[in-house]
Every structure is written in C-alpha cells, then in structure tokens.
C-alpha cells in the first residue's frame, strides 16, 4: 500500500503564492503519477495538475501559466507551486498517487484565498 502525508496549504490573499507537498510512502511502484485535485463546496471534484514518473506534465486549463507541479530526485514527493492564486481557487485540495491498478488519495489540505 501506498500513504500519502499532505502538507503546505492554508490561507493568502489574492494574487499571492502557496506551495503544497505531498509524501509519499510505501510500496511505491516504479512507474506511477502522482497529482493534485481539488474540490470546493457543492462542487465536483477537479484535476488540478499530474506529473508522470517520466516528468510528463498536466494541467488543467484553469489553472494553466499560474500553477508548476513537480517531482523531488527520489520521485516520491510532488510539490504544487500556486502563483497568482485567485479566489476561484478556493478548495480542499488532495493529492493523489496511481500505479496500473490503485489508486491512492490523502486526506485533503484546505486553500482558501480571499479577496
């Protein structure tokens, strides 16, 4: 099985930056992606942004020239580089790790971005 320890997230002001990491643990398989998603209230949960064991990069479109996602040497942490956050932006996001076969979530760490 694979764990998945969230940190980072909290608030800021529009315009402003956070950076959230994920860690993950376990049997880590040599070929996976790992990511974030996100979900606001009364909302369906989003892809935010992936990163292939590769180095192979996905965005969503909203999120597209403000947010960098990336991968430590080990490949066992990804990190969510949020710039010029807007209030939009406002979710509980979680990270997420998938293999051929499983798929794994953290518990969520909350962004909130006022105006």
């Known amino acids: 099985q694979v764990q998945l320890v969230e940190s980072g997230g909290g608030l800021v002001q529009a315009g402003g930056s956070l950076r959230l990491s994920c860690e993950a643990s376990?049997?880590?398989?040599?070929?996976?992606?790992m990511g974030w998603y996100r979900q606001a209230p009364g909302k369906r949960r989003e892809l935010v942004a992936t990163?292939?064991?590769?180095?192979?990069?996905s965005y969503s479109n909203s999120v597209q020239g403000r947010f960098t996602i990336s991968r430590d040497a080990a490949k066992n942490t990804v990190r969510l580089q949020m710039d010029n956050l807007k209030t939009e932006d406002t979710a509980a996001y979680l990270c997420?790790?998938?293999?051929?076969?499983?798929?794994?979530w953290g518990q969520g760490i909350q962004v909130t971005v006022s105006s």
């Open positions: 997420t790790y998938r293999e051929h076969f499983l798929q794994y």
């Open positions: 376990g049997r880590i398989d040599s070929i996976n992606y």
């Open positions: 990163i292939t064991s590769g180095g192979i990069r």
